[in-house]
């Protein structure tokens, strides 16, 4: 059974740049038929979609957070990472990675999510 | 930019029906926008429920369909549960690896 498990920092100081890994266990990350997305969802606010990284390393972003973000992959790790840059209060969420069906578009299995405070 | 929209709050009747609707700021939903629904309690991820616009997940049960109503993607329960008090979320497939979430109905049970 496929899993993700996010992890990082909890707590970033504004301008910095946040780092999330997510590792997938119980299956291969190198597939042709998925793709591995980041999303967050501030409090008691929906989830917004930051951007989806392909085993091939082809990646999709927000057009809203394109200028702060990268996304990479570690296919020998079984990994892949979130970097956003310029960090404010509004980046405030809970993150989430995800796995997506390329041929649905579904987002079909979710890591437990990690909050991320940004704070002084 | 694109809006995705959802009524923010719905109530249903133990046993009742209730349709949550998910449309668009400019144009119709269509089944070319892949549409799926979540289901989030809090402090959990969201579960996958419907995908590809009528597609149950694996488990979900069958009070629990999706379709296309009019110009917009619908997702409807019927026969309402206590434990389906939850948020709802839909998400299109915009094209060019974007995909966007509708701001959720928060669905009450009583």
């Known amino acids: 059974q496929v899993q993700l498990q996010e992890s990082g920092p909890g707590l970033v100081k504004p301008s910095q740049t946040l780092s999330l890994t997510c590792t997938v266990s119980?299956?291969?990350?190198?597939?042709?038929?998925?793709?591995w997305s980041w999303i967050r969802q501030p409090a008691g606010k929906g989830p917004e979609c930051i951007g989806r990284?392909?085993?091939?390393?082809?990646?999709s972003y927000n057009p809203s957070l394109k200028s702060r973000v990268i996304i990479s992959i570690d296919t020998s790790r079984n990994q892949f990472s979130l970097s956003l840059s310029s960090m404010t209060a509004a980046d405030t969420a809970m993150y989430y990675c995800?796995?997506?069906?390329?041929?649905?578009?579904?987002?079909?299995?979710w890591g437990q999510g990690t909050m991320v405070t940004v704070s002084s | 930019q694109t809006v995705v929209t959802q009524e923010p709050s719905f109530s249903v009747s133990p046993g009742g029906t209730v349709t949550l609707t998910c449309g668009l700021s400019?144009?119709?939903?269509?089944?070319?926008?892949?549409p799926s629904w979540y289901q989030q309690t809090p402090g959990q991820a969201p579960r996958t429920l419907i995908y590809?616009?009528?597609t149950r997940s694996s488990g979900v049960p069958d009070r629990f369909s999706g379709s296309i109503l009019g110009n917009k993607a619908a997702l409807t329960i019927t026969g309402a549960q206590a434990d389906d008090e939850s948020d709802y979320y839909c998400?299109?497939?915009?094209?060019?690896?974007?995909?966007?979430f509708g701001g959720g109905t928060k669905l009450t049970v009583l």
């Open positions: 995800a796995r997506g069906d390329y041929a649905s578009e579904t987002f079909d299995i």
């Open positions: 990284i392909y085993a091939s390393g082809s990646t």
């Open positions: 400019s144009g119709s939903v269509s089944t070319s926008d892949y």
């Open positions: 119980g299956g291969s990350i190198n597939s042709g038929v998925y793709y």
């Open positions: 590809s616009t009528r």
């Open positions: 998400v299109l497939y915009m094209g060019s690896g974007i995909s966007v």
